[in-house]
């Protein structure tokens, strides 16, 4: 393995502090051309005054704090020396923090026009050259042992294996003022909404500002690495279930040492045990009777925040969680495969799904916050569950991954929860099914508008997790669930937007382990895998002190504002899982 010269490590490294320096200069001394940011809102929600004192908390902690107030106090907008447009902004916000029933629509529509000027795009990798021959097999095979190292490492540290959060305050090219509104009108909770009015807003002043290159610099590939300097550690359930599968996937490779492997399942007992009993919740189904779910986030202290955010949470309008679909699939799948016999396992969570599924425009509803209404939701389960006392923060949405991931949880289940002998659970997964096809056949899939959680590559990939436990059923159980033919239309779709797009342009290490569990998984031509394993062996190191490779993009929230998921840990996971993957299908084959 290859690496370069430290010279030239070093080079990269004045220069990068250069460009820094450089753009701090330029936001530090750029000439004012307009109303600022705190211009506007300094005098509004400093004072402490108005109904809502969250929206006065939430403005200083997230946006009028020491670090970015520099940044951004030069940057104006032009537009704002209409002085009857500047009125009609800070009225919009005098009205969040006065009233009582607050007009989120009319509130919005100042924010949004603003919004709508906006030039923020995807990323749009170009093509890159593929390798000629694949790397050698004990290169391979030392970034598997690496990988699952950190992550041994990591739990044994910490007690865990932590996952962290952090905001790109440019915000998500998906949102524009037309989803703002969508937003504002379909969050349930009032801080929530505060936190996405007042997020966006900022986005106009930090996108017109040369804070912008510092606060949004470019990057290599599709997911975007998390080098903002604030990331909140943290712990859930949904990550848990995700490690426990990465760490089975070491053990499986035959290349933990002894002491490796019997580290690897004490964690799995334990952060099994975390999804299943720490992180339960019980909640009412649509029949009125009990269920037992997993919840997003188990209560204090179990999430494990870094101080500082344990302290903040509240004022950043994330008072509230409740339980998710997600998650609650998630932990069963990887407790399934872990062998675990807790009767939690038991519970037919189709029954439970139905309630949650959108059907024929009946419970359309369901879906008050529709920032991927390009897709058609007939069919589908939407995200977040209603805790015994009927809160739902965030509103619901509807996204396409997460039902790949029920589909998953119910094939791994498809026998003790008699699927196919029951028509009721049988009607609802062949409509999710239904969902899928159309959405996949659309094109829609590989467009990240239509995800709300996740990116199109990272579905590409949770597709090939679901495929393979779907031809894992027996042929009866598989003609049965899916008469048609669905899946291997999906298949063929997917993995020809992998091997002609994906894998064809540039890549970072995140990117190329998405890739490889996805051609893994769909049965393409190991030589294939080629691309992906270079891009992988070739960044070995860059994470520096803090694992084998840099935290990269898993998952997103679109509002308040673009908040990425992941860690160091989490690329080690997927890149041991693409990588075992790979190398099993390689010895399949030699």
């Not at 029933?101 to 709508?116: C, F, K, M, Q, S």
């Not at 159309?438 to 995800?451: E, I, M, Q, T």
Request: proline share 7%.
């Amino acid at each position: 393995m290859r690496r370069e010269p430290q010279v030239s490590e070093t080079r990269k490294k004045i220069m990068g502090f250069q460009t820094i320096a450089g753009t701090v200069y330029r936001a530090l001394t750029v000439g004012k051309d307009g109303p600022s940011l705190y211009d506007v809102c300094d005098p509004l929600l400093l004072n402490g005054k108005g109904y809502d004192r969250h929206l006065g908390k939430f403005y200083k902690t997230a946006l009028g704090n020491p670090a970015l107030r520099p940044l951004l106090r030069r940057t104006g907008l032009a537009e704002l020396r209409d002085e009857p447009r500047l009125q009609r902004l800070r009225e919009a916000l005098i009205r969040a923090r006065d009233d009582e029933t607050p007009d989120w629509a009319a509130i919005g529509r100042p924010v949004a026009e603003l919004l709508d000027t906006l030039d923020v795009q995807h990323p749009s990798p170009g093509p890159a050259t593929a390798p000629d021959r694949a790397p050698d097999s004990a290169g391979i095979e030392a970034i598997i042992r690496s990988c699952g190292a950190h992550l041994l490492g990591s739990f044994k540290r910490n007690g865990f294996i932590p996952t962290y959060a952090a905001f790109n305050l440019i915000g998500d090219a998906d949102i524009g003022g037309r989803e703002l509104s969508m937003a504002l009108t379909g969050l349930n909770s009032r801080g929530y909404k505060n936190s996405t009015l007042l997020f966006n807003l900022a986005r106009v002043f930090i996108a017109r500002s040369p804070a912008r290159a510092l606060i949004n610099p470019p990057w290599t590939g599709i997911a975007e690495p998390m080098w903002q300097p604030m990331q909140i550690r943290h712990r859930s359930a949904y990550y848990d279930a995700f490690f426990t599968e990465a760490l089975l996937s070491f053990v499986e490779t035959g290349l933990a040492s002894p002491d490796q492997a019997s580290a690897s399942r004490r964690a799995i007992a334990a952060m099994v045990d975390f999804c299943l009993n720490t992180s339960r919740e019980e909640v009412r189904a649509q029949d009125g009777s009990t269920v037992s779910v997993i919840t997003a986030l188990a209560p204090l202290p179990h999430p494990r925040f870094s101080r500082f955010f344990a302290h903040i949470k509240q004022d950043l309008g994330f008072g509230v969680y409740v339980p998710d679909c997600d998650t609650t699939a998630c932990s069963f799948s990887a407790a399934t495969q872990a062998g675990s016999d807790d009767p939690i396992l038991d519970q037919p969570l189709l029954d439970f799904y139905a309630g949650y599924q959108v059907g024929g425009g009946a419970n359309e509803p369901l879906v008050t916050v529709p920032l991927n209404d390009n897709i058609d939701y007939e069919g589908g389960v939407v995200t977040w569950i209603d805790n015994l006392r009927g809160e739902r923060p965030f509103g619901n949405d509807l996204d396409p991954t997460l039902n790949l991931d029920i589909l998953e949880v119910s094939f791994r289940n498809h026998a003790r929860w008699k699927i196919v002998e029951t028509p009721a659970r049988l009607d609802t997964i062949s409509r999710i099914i239904g969902f899928q096809k159309r959405l996949v056949a659309s094109g829609a899939f590989s467009d990240p508008r239509s995800h709300i959680y996740y990116l199109p590559e990272l579905y590409c990939a949770y597709f090939g997790r679901c495929y393979a436990a779907f031809i894992a059923m027996p042929l009866a159980a598989q003609q049965a669930i899916d008469p048609d033919g669905a899946f291997d239309f999906i298949r063929t779709k997917v993995l020809a937007y992998v091997q002609t797009e994906l894998i064809a342009a540039e890549m970072n290490v995140f990117d190329a382990a998405l890739a490889l569990i996805a051609l893994g998984h769909l049965g393409a031509e190991p030589a294939s895998f080629t691309p992906a394993l270079h891009c992988i062996v070739r960044h070995l190191g860059e994470g520096g002190h803090h694992g084998p490779f840099r935290a990269y993009e898993w998952n997103k929230m679109k509002t308040p504002t673009r908040i990425l998921v992941g860690g160091p840990e989490v690329t080690s996971a997927f890149v041991l899982m693409g990588l075992a993957l790979a190398r099993r299908v390689m010895l399949r084959g030699a």
